[in-house]
């Protein structure tokens, strides 16, 4: 483990002090040799119980204390040790409560990831981390003003890919990286139900969040139908790209770094059916619609390497590429680890965050059918303001996000 990648004890304890946070991490995250007693054990809040929920309270080591659901429907009333919420904000004023695993819809990720790392809570969140290139920068700052350990919640980045594509391209065993091909579903649409009545036990006005105001439907509500609205959701660029734009970035050892201009399908610069990428470092990104796998490749000058058939590549030699620490096999356990040694996991907020932002340029791009230029110091697309109208989002009170 690099220097780097670790949170200092002085600059976790300084800032920890400075926000009238404890001076000492609780006995029961330490951890020891691998055996957890039930005063070590690591106390999770899970935010929205619908359809993916949420691994990191089922890990060794760690258990449910609280579950919060805006629609108090979902709340399970059948273990009387876990308290249930219908805002989060109270579940995040336990003392006892460690971390907070977020699987709620795309729109409110980051404004919980802020809270909980403001209340002094080690944050586990869902692909994709933000709704807007603003966000991204956002929630980096907020874990970092915070010193929280926060992990975006992809396990296909390494679990998928990283075991055996990773340490072939790393090697150099296709050359040098000059395209990334990932395959994903599109970008999210316009859409409209009719408007129905609220259920008395939803709060509709927390579902809707910083979104603008969207009447109550069903089907608005329902995963795959609010993940491809416009208004909730980043489409499939934000759900599966999450996981092969992720993958595929970081099994060349650039999920670090960021786009730099961006052309949209069959302009000038870009032939093909999806938008392309051109990242700082002169690798292009493509973006294929289509199957998440069987699209998805990596080519580089000596060679492609398929996900789906490496062939007879290997690795040329041994690399050291970034895995889960101690050899832990999943995603859940790494942020464990991680919280219970300080140090940045696997998947950090920064990953997280970049990868992001090629879905939110993917979808700009698409809605405007024009090739961008962006900017990420001034945090704009050049000479374009109607495109850098989407670089944040309208947030509609009191939801805004502040740092």
């Known amino acids: 483990m690099t220097e780097k990648r670790r949170i200092s004890r002085r600059g976790f304890l ?7 946070l404890p001076l000492f991490l609780p006995g029961r995250i330490l951890g ?3 055996q957890f007693s039930p005063n070590e054990t690591i106390n999770v809040g899970l ?3 619908g359809v993916r929920r949420s691994e990191v309270g089922f890990r060794p080591g760690a258990k ?3 579950i919060c659901d805006c ?14 919420f219908q805002h989060y904000e109270e579940m995040l004023e336990m003392p006892e409560l460690d971390a907070v695993s977020i699987a709620a819809p795309d729109h409110w990720h980051t404004r919980m990831t802020i809270d909980a790392c403001k209340a002094g809570k080690d944050v586990y969140c869902e692909k994709p981390l933000t709704f807007s290139l603003m966000e991204s920068r956002q929630i980096v700052q907020a874990a970092r003003k915070y010193n929280r350990v926060v992990s975006s919640g992809s396990q296909r980045v390494m679990e998928d890919f990283g075991h055996f594509i990773a340490p072939i391209v790393m090697s150099g065993a296709i050359g040098d990286v000059t395209d990334i091909y990932a395959g994903c579903a599109g ?11 609220v259920p008395a036990e939803l709060d509709w006005d927390r579902w809707l969040g910083q979104a603008p105001w969207f009447e109550y439907s069903k089907r608005a509500i329902q995963c795959m139908t609010w993940r491809f609205n416009t208004v909730f959701g980043t489409g499939g660029l934000g759900d599966w790209g999450g996981h092969t734009f992720g993958g595929a970035l970081y099994c060349c050892g650039m999920d670090h770094i960021a786009p730099k201009e961006v052309y949209a399908p069959h302009s000038e610069r870009n032939p093909e059916d999806g938008v392309v990428i051109l990242m700082e470092n002169g690798v292009k990104l493509h973006h294929v ?5 069987e699209c998805t490749k990596i080519v580089g000058t000596q060679g492609t390497c398929n996900f789906t058939d490496i062939g007879n590549l290997r690795p040329l030699h041994a690399v050291n590429i970034r895995r889960y620490h101690a050899g832990l096999k999943t995603i859940g356990d790494d942020f464990l680890y991680c919280m ?5 996991p696997f998947q950090d907020v920064f990953y997280g965050a970049n990868v992001a932002d090629y879905g939110h340029m993917c979808n700009i791009a698409y809605k405007y059918k024009r090739d961008l230029v962006w900017d990420k110091e001034k945090m704009e697309f050049v000479g374009d303001p109607e495109a850098t109208s989407m670089v944040t989002r309208v947030q509609r009170a009191p939801y805004t996000i502040e740092v």
């Open 64 to 66: 449910f204390i609280a």
């Open 47 to 49: 935010i929205g119980y």
């Open 32 to 34: 020891k040799d691998g």
């Open 71 to 84: 629609d108090t429907r979902r709340i399970p009333t059948d273990n009387p040790e876990i308290k249930g």
């Open 14 to 20: 300084g800032t920890a002090a400075a926000c009238t």
């Open 340 to 344: 219970r040694h300080r140090l940045r």
């Open 289 to 293: 619609i289509g199957p998440a796998y």
């Open 187 to 197: 970008p999210p649409s316009e859409r409209t139900y009719d408007a129905e009545p």
